[in-house]
């Protein structure tokens, strides 16, 4: 994975997990309105809100796995990694080249 795209996606997951934060203290700060739609509305929000955070979370290590899965694919098998992008880059080119 490129520089660029790596940055990417850790910009992504910060923002994402500052969103996250932002409204867990929005939470936080609307605490004292009291009634009980405000109560259940508020839970609901913190459940969701932790259950995104788990799921960012498994995301990111998913996204972990896959990167390093086809790091080390293109180390053992550099020649096949080669060709697959050139095969790649073949089949793209007559597309373009279609339109």
Same mark, same amino acid.
């Given at each position: 994975?490129?520089?660029?795209? /790596?940055?990417? =996606? ?10 996250? /934060? @932002?409204?867990?203290? &929005? ?6 309105? %009291?009634? @009980?739609?405000? $109560?259940? &509305?508020?839970? =609901?929000?913190? /459940? =969701? &809100?932790? @259950? ?8 990111? @290590?998913?996204?972990?796995?896959? %990167? !390093? ?10 020649? !096949? ?12 080119? &007559?597309?373009? $080249?279609? =339109?």
């Amino acid at each position: 994975m490129s520089e660029t795209t /790596s940055a990417q =996606r850790d910009k992504l997951l910060d923002d994402l997990r500052l969103v996250i /934060s @932002d409204a867990e203290e &929005l939470l936080r700060m609307t605490a004292h309105q %009291v009634g @009980d739609d405000t $109560a259940e &509305l508020r839970h =609901r929000i913190q /459940s =969701r &809100l932790q @259950d995104a955070g788990i799921e960012l979370d498994a995301l990111q @290590d998913a996204a972990t796995a896959q %990167v !390093k899965a086809a790091d080390e694919f293109v180390h053992e098998h550099p020649w !096949k990694s080669i060709g697959i992008a050139a095969a790649i880059g073949l089949v793209v080119g &007559l597309l373009v $080249a279609r =339109r």
